[in-house]
């Protein structure tokens, strides 16, 4: 695929839009595509609205392949994820050393588990 998946803001600083885009610096929507080119024939990518309609080129209105957009957000995940397995581990050394507690709400929690205690009232 060619051409790189990125804008320049109303100012001309070229933007990189991380993941898949939402909508343009303008303000417009986002559209999907399919590219007819021959150097990227059926190649599915995220346009401008008002940029599409009008069929401008080399503008500053987003532009991102599909593909790479899903690959940010893939990677965006994995970020995530790796996040909240270090904040589990830092939580089960915090119960092994310190044992069970009782938190806000009522819950117990031993070990791994999270036990909800509920107050019955008669």
């Known amino acids: 695929m060619s051409a790189s998946s990125s804008s320049t803001t109303g100012g001309g600083i070229r933007v990189?839009?991380?993941g898949i885009p939402i909508k343009?610096?303008?303000g417009e929507r986002i559209t999907e595509l399919i590219s007819k080119t021959n150097l990227n024939?059926?190649?599915w990518y995220y346009?401008?609205?008002?940029?599409a309609q009008r069929k401008l080129e080399n503008d500053n209105h987003i532009f991102k392949?599909?593909?790479e957009a899903f690959t940010d957000e893939r990677q965006q995940l994995d970020y995530q994820v790796?996040?909240?397995e270090e904040e589990v581990q830092v939580l089960k050394e915090t119960i092994r050393s310190e044992g069970p507690?009782?938190?806000s709400g009522g819950c117990l929690i031993l070990g791994l588990s999270v036990v909800v205690v509920v107050e019955i009232l008669m």
């Open 41 to 43: 024939p059926y190649f």
């Open 82 to 84: 790796r996040m909240l």
């Open 65 to 67: 392949w599909v593909d």
């Open 16 to 18: 990189r839009t991380p």
């Open 24 to 26: 343009c610096w303008c």
């Open 101 to 103: 507690k009782i938190i």
């Open 47 to 51: 346009r401008c609205s008002y940029a």
